[in-house]
């Protein structure tokens, strides 16, 4: 069964950081694209990020500049580190592995990716 979990939501001001992790359970995310997608109340579910196997990783303008992905391979983690954050990226974020080691030009597609976490909730205060 393959599973991911997200972690490191929290409430925050802005300006503020925080990092989510990503981990898998049942498969080996090594190999994969795996991204990170947010949701904001009534809003539409976006891409935010995504790294490929080689650890390259693509953002969406929005948090260009503000946001890194990486990945430990050793733990079998993805991170999202945020930092100058924003009341506009308040909502709940979701990591996502695709099947393939590239992420592509698609990387923004969210049936692109399988598997998905439950999601952790960012929350930001002005």
């Known amino acids: 069964h393959l599973q991911l979990a997200e972690s490191g939501g929290d409430s925050v001001q802005a300006g503020g950081s925080l990092r989510l992790s990503c981990s898998a359970s049942g498969f080996d995310l090594r190999g994969k694209c795996v991204a990170w997608f947010r949701q904001a109340p009534e809003k539409e579910r976006e891409a935010v990020a995504a790294i490929n196997s080689g650890g390259y990783g693509k953002y969406a303008d929005s948090v260009k500049d503000r946001f890194g992905v990486s990945r430990d391979s050793g733990e079998n983690v993805v991170y999202l580190q945020m930092d100058s954050l924003k009341p506009e990226d308040t909502a709940t974020y979701y990591c996502?592995?695709?099947?393939?080691?590239?992420?592509?030009?698609?990387?923004?597609?969210?049936?692109?990716?399988?598997?998905w976490g439950q999601g952790t909730q960012v929350t930001v205060s002005s």
């Open positions: 996502a592995a695709a099947l393939t080691p590239s992420c592509e030009a698609s990387w923004y597609i969210a049936r692109r990716y399988s598997s």
